[in-house]
């Protein structure tokens, strides 16, 4: 009912910049909260940030102030900017999004939790 797509991953060397995009799609009513979550080699999946509906965001101690997480509710899309990237960057980045589903009569339906596919970030020189 609800596909969320990740783009932007890639190889780039420490210090670097990448900006990450995850567009969701789909029977929607409304997107509450979205996020990035991100997963290495060997490790548990892990928050890096979230962003509300009303642009409220949180991010793990790892990335503040290199990482800025945006959103645009008109497309249904958010963003993950990535600054001074080091190898310990390094994982699949998931896209979340916590969505309330719209039912064929428009009528608002039960939110769930969706996740995209991942995509390979891989920070090396």
């Known amino acids: 009912q609800v596909q969320l797509v990740e783009s932007g991953g890639g190889l780039v060397q420490p210090g670097g910049s990448l900006r990450l995009s995850c567009v969701a799609s789909?029977?929607?009513?409304?997107?509450?909260?979205m996020g990035w979550y991100r997963q290495a080699p060997g490790k548990q999946r892990d928050l890096v940030a979230t962003i509300t509906r009303g642009g409220i965001t949180n991010y793990a101690d790892s990335v503040k102030g290199r990482f800025t997480i945006s959103r645009d509710n008109a497309n249904n899309t958010v963003y993950l900017q990535m600054d001074s990237l080091k190898p310990e960057d390094t994982a699949v980045y998931y896209c979340n999004a916590d969505v309330q589903i719209r039912y064929s009569n428009g009528w608002p339906g039960n939110r769930n939790d969706y996740w995209g596919q991942g995509i390979q970030v891989t920070v090396s020189s």
């Open positions: 789909g029977s929607i009513f409304r997107i509450n909260v």
